[in-house]
């Protein structure tokens, strides 16, 4: 046995314990929040940026693990939010009922995305960016046209007896467990066998056909899922802000929102998203509280922060520090450590020399 195998045990698992506590504390950060921070333009922050975890989330299911970047995500958000608004409409449903509509939410969401991935996964990832585009636009239109949805005035969400204190505090909740749920399928998807297919697609889509993978199916199958997590959470976002119109519903900075998030983080990563969603959501809300960056002020700075995201931090913040760490971790340290055996010494031939090897 070497004694290098038995010095590294103990460190892997103090590494293990220390991300197993990280986790903990975050959790029980995330639990506590509106409980620590009752003011409710405080827990509107987390609220909404619980919500952009959870897309940014969805999103990188898909398009983190393909190579396939998106940029119709919004078509899912919308598509959630408009139907759970038609169906409480139109089958009258009142109050706490309306959560019961989340499932069709995502169902809805995971209709849309077959049809639509039909479409758009046929092409390669360029062609793919400039079709997203096209299908969001047409959906966009359909909400402005539409007798069903209301056009341009759009629809509003039945009313909800909570009272004001508790109103953020419970959306809060409701946001944080689709949050955490998005995360956990995330790590699910990305440690099976379909999350390794997904990432050699992604590597080299040619290869990752000749040795077998179905692209195609694989493909929209992290479609469909990231689909249906979005429409959730938008179902989510349009009871919680009571109103959803075409601008709101289907916005353009919706998608690259998410984008940004994801470069921030991490791209394809797990944790990434969930970062830079917590970095970028409650910025840009302060940006649009501030009257120095009214307007498309704020739009531009968030611009700016994706164009040095690119330039100076394009692998994102997850990865890049986890490589720092590695490289002082092992400063100084030989590349490849000798192997040390355990055991008495081999025994010399005479007429050997120790040192040289040679013949005395």
């Not at 003011?39 to 940026?49: A, D, I, K």
């Not at 959501?281 to 739009?299: I, K, R």
């Amino acid at each position: 046995m070497s004694l290098e195998a038995g010095k590294k045990a103990p460190a892997v698992s103090a590494g293990s314990a220390g991300r197993g506590g990280g986790l903990v504390l975050l959790a029980a950060l995330a639990v506590l929040f509106p409980i620590i921070f009752s003011n409710p333009s405080v827990t509107n922050y987390g609220v909404l940026t619980m919500i952009f975890v959870t897309a940014a989330t969805g999103w990188n299911i898909f398009s983190g693990n393909s190579g396939y970047i998106s940029l119709g995500q919004a078509v899912f958000y919308g598509s959630g939010a408009y139907a759970m608004g038609i169906a409480a409409r139109d089958w009258h449903i009142q109050g706490t009922g309306v959560f019961a509509l989340l499932p069709l939410s995502g169902a809805v969401g995971a209709l849309i995305a077959v049809p639509f991935g039909l479409v758009a996964l046929r092409v390669r990832r360029h062609t793919f960016i400039v079709i997203t585009l096209a299908i969001f636009f047409i959906f966009q239109l359909m909400a402005f046209n539409l007798w069903f949805t209301g056009g341009s005035s759009g629809l509003g969400s039945p009313f909800l007896s909570w009272s004001p204190v508790s109103y953020n505090r419970s959306f809060y909740y409701i946001a944080l467990a689709f949050a955490a749920g998005s995360v956990l399928v995330a790590w699910a998807v990305r440690r099976s066998r379909f999350g390794l297919q997904l990432r050699a697609i992604r590597d080299d889509e040619e290869r990752a056909r000749g040795l077998g993978v179905k692209a195609m199916r694989v493909k929209l199958g992290a479609f469909t899922i990231s689909g249906a997590i979005t429409a959730m959470i938008g179902a989510v976002w349009f009871y919680y802000l009571n109103q959803v119109e075409p601008q709101t519903g289907f916005n353009p900075l919706f998608d690259l929102s998410l984008v940004l998030m994801v470069f921030l983080g991490g791209y394809g990563s797990v944790s990434g998203p969930v970062l830079g969603a917590l970095i970028i959501e409650p910025l840009t809300l302060w940006l649009n509280t501030q009257p120095a960056f009214s307007g498309s002020v704020s739009e531009i700075v968030l611009g700016a922060i994706f164009l040095l995201v690119v330039l100076f931090l394009p692998r994102g913040i997850i990865p890049t520090g986890g490589e720092l760490i590695t490289k002082i971790r092992t400063r100084g340290k030989p590349a490849v450590i000798p192997a040390t055996t355990v055991g008495p010494p081999s025994p010399v031939s005479p007429g050997r020399s120790v040192s040289s090897g040679g013949t005395l």
